[in-house]
């Protein structure tokens, strides 16, 4: 599934050419070729939604909840990734692989398209109650696709653009229609109405089970800084909990424990997300900013109007 394939990403700089994504023998040069907009380019909203290090992260926790309370994607996620032995790992691959398809050029992506379809291929088994399942299953490909969608958007809205209009909702989700198919779903709702009448008819398909809670766990302590860094790793699992909806955190078995209860967890992460606002601006190297120089423009694209 997407949201937590296992894709080898690694961001590695030589100095005598363009700083590139190296994936398992695939090499991403977001610099070139000048001027190719890959699947989005500057205008689109998703060069907005993945840019924002904090919404992401949060969003990809709220999302992976959804996922893991379905049956099926609960069995094909969890019982086929390395999770479970190297989280950090794991998270940074799977982020990097989503810089790739929405900040690299088009043949890239395509490539990427090609690499997580070839494992899905290979995933099929039985869920935790006993029923078969496949990967390439275009009905679950659907739900984890919309899924990452709703998150990522959900997280971009609470903490960098609360004023982000309906119509510009329905644009993040029709401009990812390209990414949910490339994926191997063969549907996937392109406004923000078709994505609430989905999640309605799904929500019934959810479960809590040990998991959602598993996952939840590892996620909290897993921290490239060690346990200094696990307060604010937490502070993160926490947000991306309280993203869901109070149906959806009922379904999925979860809530919010912080001490600082849902406002302060949101107080603390939008100062956070404010502060990576600021150092994003300064970073210069990033596969969004390479993305821009790419297509000569400025980094003002990848912000809130």
């Not at 800084?225 to 502070?235: D, E, K, N, V």
Request: net charge neutral; proline share 7%; hydrophobic share 40%.
């Amino acid at each position: 599934m997407p949201a937590l394939h296992d894709h080898a990403f690694e961001t590695v700089d030589a100095p005598s050419r363009a700083p590139k994504s190296a994936a398992r023998g695939l090499r991403i040069n977001y610099l070139e070729p000048v001027g190719d907009p890959g699947l989005g380019g500057p205008g689109s909203l998703a060069w907005k939604v993945f840019h924002n290090p904090v919404a992401k992260a949060t969003g990809g926790i709220a999302a992976v909840i959804l996922e893991l309370a379905e049956p099926s994607v609960r069995a094909g996620v969890w019982d086929h990734s390395t999770f479970k032995v190297d989280p950090i790992q794991r998270m940074r691959n799977t982020a990097e692989a989503a810089m790739a398809v929405t900040y690299g050029p088009e043949k890239a992506a395509r490539m990427t398209f090609e690499r997580v379809t070839r494992m899905h291929e290979r995933v099929s088994g039985e869920t935790h109650e006993g029923r078969p399942y496949r990967a390439m299953d275009p009905a679950l490909l659907t739900w984890v696709h919309v899924t990452a969608a709703w998150g990522f958007l959900q997280a971009y809205i609470r903490y960098a653009d609360p004023d982000l209009s309906r119509a510009d909702q329905d644009r993040f989700y029709r401009e990812g229609e390209i990414k949910g198919k490339g994926f191997g779903a063969e549907w996937v709702p392109t406004s923000a109405d078709e994505v609430d009448a989905y999640m309605a008819t799904m929500l019934p398909k959810l479960y809590a089970n040990d998991t959602v809670q598993e996952f939840l766990k590892i996620v909290g302590e897993a921290t490239p800084f060690g346990r200094a860094g696990q307060p604010l790793q937490r502070l993160i699992t926490q947000g991306g909990i309280d993203l869901l909806t109070d149906e959806m955190r009922k379904a999925c078995g979860v809530r919010v424990t912080h001490p600082l209860g849902r406002r302060g967890v949101r107080a603390a992460i939008g100062a956070l997300s404010a502060t990576a606002r600021f150092v994003a601006r300064r970073s210069g190297n990033s596969p969004a900013e390479l993305a821009c120089r790419r297509m000569d423009v400025s980094t003002d694209c990848l912000y809130p109007n």
